[in-house]
């Protein structure tokens, strides 16, 4: 269930790839809104993306609901080695 909803997440929010979902921050407004770690020291901008927030991406945010300030648990089950 956790592969099939980050597939759910990362279609839902356009191609976000998983190391952006997992470091996701919850945001004042209903926008997800991150840098893309991939390209984010090659761009003047810093690969700064703002998405709408789904109606269809709300149910996996209530039911992947992160602690600390981060919008999915992720962070919670696994942990990222860079």
């Known amino acids: 269930m956790r592969a099939q909803g980050?597939?759910?997440?990362?279609l839902?929010?356009?191609g976000i790839n998983a190391k952006d979902v997992y470091?996701?921050?919850k945001t004042q407004s209903d926008r997800i809104?991150?840098?893309?770690?991939?390209t984010k020291d090659k761009r003047a901008d810093n690969a700064f993306i703002s998405l709408n927030t789904q109606p269809e991406l709300i149910p996996?945010?209530?039911k992947f609901?992160?602690?600390?300030?981060?919008?999915?648990?992720?962070?919670?089950?696994?942990?990222?080695?860079?």
């Open 6 to 10: 980050i597939f759910c997440i990362s």
């Open 12 to 14: 839902i929010a356009l």
């Open 23 to 25: 470091s996701l921050r």
């Open 33 to 38: 809104e991150y840098e893309r770690s991939k």
């Open 60 to 62: 996996y945010i209530k």
């Open 65 to 82: 609901e992160g602690k600390n300030g981060y919008l999915f648990c992720f962070r919670d089950w696994y942990k990222y080695v860079t």
